[in-house]
């Protein structure tokens, strides 16, 4: 129904999410899934629920290693010649 639409974009709800549906059968998944779904949480959306995670930036995690090099990670070598 979608392709003949010619809606081809890609929907998040359907690429983001654990589970997609009405109230009840989002909680059925969550209930199912036990520890796997802790911390994520079911969300209304216009036209139903989804169960998904935060969406938390990778910033943090690799700002470290994307820093610039400073002069402190120049290592001198001794030739002789």
């Given amino acids: 129904m979608v392709l003949q639409n010619g809606l081809?974009?890609?929907?998040?709800?359907?690429?983001?999410?654990?589970?997609?549906?009405?109230k009840e059968?989002?909680?059925?998944i969550k209930v199912k899934l036990g520890a796997?779904?802790?911390?994520?949480?079911?969300v209304e959306n216009s036209e139903g629920h989804e169960l998904r995670e935060a969406q938390n930036s990778y910033?943090?995690?690799f700002n470290p290693e994307k820093c610039s090099l400073r002069l402190r990670n120049t290592y001198f070598w001794?030739?002789?010649?």
């Fill in 8 to 22: 081809t974009h890609r929907e998040a709800k359907w690429t983001e999410s654990i589970a997609v549906g009405d």
């Fill in 36 to 42: 796997k779904a802790m911390g994520r949480r079911a």
């Fill in 78 to 81: 001794y030739v002789s010649r």
């Fill in 25 to 28: 059968f989002v909680m059925r």
């Fill in 59 to 61: 910033k943090p995690l």
